[in-house]
């Protein structure tokens, strides 16, 4: 009769393997796409699943209304989805839905929306040069702001009360909020551009910002008299922390930067004439 000690050992020495396997053997593979979460959709219509819309802006995540202006500059068939919190496989958001199919990361999002509604590229070189900007603003830009509005109190706040959290009882709910996202977004951006000293975040900020104003010049948008996709990322990513509530980088665009100020007024007259509520 097998004794329960040895039943044990087993026991152990099973989860032990299983563990080394799936840390050191198995091999990395991607979630498979879900089945559509709208079952009644209409074709060439996009749904975009991100998070609820706030009073003074669009949508506090950059990436959401990234999707957003670029289905609006474009002229695309588009739905908001925010009933629910649905991440996308990657367990981010946004994601869209195009007849059916899940489609996650805005770069992929772009793609998808060029091949599907016969959008036309910027000249060859106009083009290089957008996708340089868009990953500037996407992946350096980005987290250089995440440590400027995550250092801010008005953030959370602002934060709260679109979860629906009443003021009286937003001071109660800020340390733990705050707790909850300070850490995840200190790691996610020095994970991304390394550690600095406030003074030398400053000046790498000032650098990203100096080379968008540079090349945007006297020109009223990026790349002309129209809102291109290069627009979509820079305004997404500099609206959402200069519309929602007031911190450093409205000091800083205002003392330093006022054309870049101008542009997100041309851009937010252009494409959310009456979303913005004062």
């Given at each position: 009769?097998?004794?329960?000690?040895?039943?044990?050992?087993?026991?152990?020495?099973?989860?032990?393997?299983?563990?080394?396997?799936?840390?050191?053997?198995?091999?990395?593979?991607?979630?498979?796409?879900?089945?559509?979460?709208?079952?009644?959709?209409?074709?060439?219509?996009?749904?975009?699943?991100?998070?609820?819309?706030?009073?003074?802006?669009?949508?506090?995540?950059?990436?959401c209304m990234k999707v957003e202006v670029l289905c609006r500059a474009y002229k695309v068939p588009y739905e908001i989805c925010d009933e629910k919190l649905i991440w996308s496989r990657n367990g981010t958001l946004p994601f869209i839905e195009l007849n059916g199919e899940h489609i996650a990361d805005t770069d992929l999002i772009e793609v998808r929306l060029r091949e599907h509604f016969n959008i036309?590229?910027?000249?060859?070189?106009?083009?290089?040069?957008?996708?340089?900007?868009?990953?500037?603003?996407?992946?350096?830009?980005?987290?250089?702001?995440?440590r400027y509005k995550t250092s801010d109190n008005d953030f959370y706040y602002t934060l709260l009360g679109n979860m629906g959290v009443p003021k009286i009882l937003q001071p109660i709910c800020l340390p733990f909020i705050k707790a909850a996202f300070v850490k995840k977004a200190y790691e996610r951006s020095t994970r991304a551009i390394g550690d600095f000293e406030q003074t030398d975040l400053d000046d790498i900020l000032h650098r990203d910002l100096q080379t968008i104003q540079d090349y945007l010049g006297e020109q009223k948008f990026l790349f002309g008299d129209e809102v291109k996709a290069a627009d979509a990322a820079v305004f997404g990513q500099l609206a959402t922390v200069i519309y929602p509530f007031r911190?450093?980088?409205?000091?800083?665009?205002?003392?330093?930067?006022?054309?870049?100020?101008?542009?997100?007024?041309?851009?937010?007259?252009?494409?959310?004439?009456?979303?913005f509520v004062e």
């Amino acid at each position: 009769m097998i004794s329960s000690c040895a039943i044990k050992v087993v026991f152990i020495l099973s989860v032990i393997g299983i563990i080394i396997y799936k840390k050191f053997f198995k091999k990395p593979s991607i979630r498979a796409k879900p089945e559509p979460y709208k079952k009644d959709y209409n074709r060439g219509t996009v749904y975009l699943y991100q998070f609820k819309r706030t009073k003074k802006c669009p949508n506090l995540s950059p990436f959401c209304m990234k999707v957003e202006v670029l289905c609006r500059a474009y002229k695309v068939p588009y739905e908001i989805c925010d009933e629910k919190l649905i991440w996308s496989r990657n367990g981010t958001l946004p994601f869209i839905e195009l007849n059916g199919e899940h489609i996650a990361d805005t770069d992929l999002i772009e793609v998808r929306l060029r091949e599907h509604f016969n959008i036309s590229s910027l000249p060859k070189e106009k083009e290089a040069q957008s996708v340089a900007i868009t990953r500037l603003a996407d992946n350096h830009l980005f987290n250089v702001l995440l440590r400027y509005k995550t250092s801010d109190n008005d953030f959370y706040y602002t934060l709260l009360g679109n979860m629906g959290v009443p003021k009286i009882l937003q001071p109660i709910c800020l340390p733990f909020i705050k707790a909850a996202f300070v850490k995840k977004a200190y790691e996610r951006s020095t994970r991304a551009i390394g550690d600095f000293e406030q003074t030398d975040l400053d000046d790498i900020l000032h650098r990203d910002l100096q080379t968008i104003q540079d090349y945007l010049g006297e020109q009223k948008f990026l790349f002309g008299d129209e809102v291109k996709a290069a627009d979509a990322a820079v305004f997404g990513q500099l609206a959402t922390v200069i519309y929602p509530f007031r911190c450093k980088i409205n000091d800083i665009l205002e003392n330093d930067f006022p054309q870049l100020l101008e542009y997100c007024e041309r851009v937010r007259k252009e494409i959310y004439p009456n979303d913005f509520v004062e």
